[in-house]
């Protein structure tokens, strides 16, 4: 058995998801880990789910760079009220003051 190791821990299901398939678009296999994945999702606030990315110890560097690329920690997200993109650290918007609201296309 090729030993794993945590890639990141957080995010929700969601992010998870998203971030498991650019892996895997890259060639790395990932399994996704965590609470939230054990049933009773529809109990828990989205912000309360833990998810863990585990990967192959050997690409953790190569899927470290690949997610550094990507900011997926601080993601930019893009201000309904005016259109600004704002970065992920932010939790209002910087241009007009509207809290974080994601546009969704
Ligand atoms: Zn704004």
Redesign the pocket.
Known sequence: MEQQKVLLTGGNLLQAHTWKGLLETSGIGVDLRGEALMGGVGELPVDMQTVELWIDAEHLPAAKNLLANLDVVHPQWQ??????V?DGSFEL??????PRSEQHN
């Open positions: 201000c309904v009220q005016c259109n600004e704002n918007c910087w241009q007009c003051s509207s």
